[in-house]
């Protein structure tokens, strides 16, 4: 490994460090009442060093934000592309996506305020991984469409507006499950019939 490669790579080692040590303290004490200084003595680095990788609090979030998508994200992908019918790779990957993404923050007791934090300074990070998201699950669809799994009618949503209402749909239930084993459950009923709509099998 050349020497550049190795500076990036102990950078990108630290950043990460220091994503996990912000969500910890993210999700025991909220976004507000949690400075950088708890995240640099919880990443166990001082806080100079830590303004050296963010500017602020703020850009951190943001960061971590992204980071955590786009890990949830890559989870949801490789569950699409193991064995299986199309219904169950789609519902393990929304699965895998939430668990890493809505489960942690939705377990916090600042849960609330996380996500309406990610809301207000992180929208269009957020957007921009949904898309990403909803890409790959209509680009599975649309594969199972081609070989004949699944079917969809001249009227009928194509697979990416389908999708949109599924993920939709999801995002409706989390205000009613007030447990993980509920959501989870909740994924998916609301998945799978999704999915026997589409059907090509009786």
């Not at 929304?94 to 939705?106: D, M, R, S, T």
């Not at 649309?142 to 799994?149: C, L, M, N, Q, Y």
Request: charged share 25%; glycine share 4%.
């Amino acid at each position: 490994m050349s020497k550049a490669k190795q500076i990036t790579a102990k950078g990108q080692s630290k950043r990460e460090l220091v994503f996990d040590a912000a969500a910890d303290v993210f999700a025991q004490y909220g976004f507000r009442r949690t400075s950088m200084n708890d995240i640099a003595i919880a990443a166990g680095i001082s806080r100079p060093a830590l303004y050296l990788i963010f500017k602020n609090k703020e850009e951190l979030f943001r960061t971590l934000a992204a980071y955590l998508q786009n890990q949830a994200i890559d989870e949801a992908i490789s569950e699409l592309r193991q064995e299986g019918t199309i219904s169950e790779r789609i519902v393990n990957a929304i699965l895998a996506y939430e668990a890493i993404y809505y489960e942690p923050i939705a377990q916090s007791p600042h849960g609330t305020e996380i996500m309406d934090i990610n809301l207000s300074i992180a929208a269009d990070l957020m957007q921009t991984g949904l898309n990403r998201l909803v890409r790959e699950l209509a680009d599975a669809i649309d594969k199972a469409r081609v070989s004949g799994e699944v079917r969809f009618a001249d009227k009928a949503p194509k697979p990416k507006a389908f999708v949109e209402l599924l993920m939709t749909s999801i995002s409706g239930l989390k205000k009613k499950a007030n447990t993980t084993r509920k959501f989870r459950r909740h994924i998916k009923e609301v998945t799978t019939i999704f999915l026997l709509s589409i059907s090509n099998h009786p």
